[in-house]
Nanobody
Framework: QVQLVESGGGLVQAGGSLRLSCEASGSFHSVNVMGWYRQAPGEQRELVANAFSGGTTYYARSAKGRFTISRDNAKNTVYLQMNTLKPEDTAVYYC???????????????WGQGAQVTVSS
């Protein structure tokens, strides 16, 4: 059973910083992509950033220049460093992992439980 456990959400003033962490635990063969999505009240879930196994990263336009995604492959952990936070960054942030549970099996997608990030003005 694969689990993604998030930590690091909270309340911060505009201009402040927060760091989210997400560890993938359980039995699996390899991790292709780890990333972060967010969902604000009344909005659809949207991609924030992805970190691919080869080291490539991708950022949504809203995250470029302010957020940094990184991975520790040895720990199966992905981080999201968020700087210069704005009230519009307020959302529940979800960790996402695309991984292979066993050799020869197709990729499966897993989600974390979500971490609330609230940015006050």
């Amino acid at each position: 059973q694969v689990q993604l456990v998030e930590s690091g959400g909270g309340l911060v003033q505009a201009g402040g910083s927060l760091r989210l962490s997400c560890e993938a635990s359980g039995s699996f063969h390899s991790v292709n992509v780890m990333g972060w999505y967010r969902q604000a009240p009344g909005e659809q879930r949207e991609l924030v950033a992805n970190a691919f196994s080869g080291g490539t990263t991708y950022y949504a336009r809203s995250a470029k220049g302010r957020f940094t995604i990184s991975r520790d492959n040895a720990k199966n952990t992905v981080y999201l460093q968020m700087n210069t936070l704005k009230p519009e960054d307020t959302a529940v942030y979800y960790c996402n992992a695309n991984l292979i549970t066993r050799p020869g099996y197709g990729p499966q997608v897993y989600w974390g439980q979500g971490a609330q990030v609230t940015v006050s003005s």
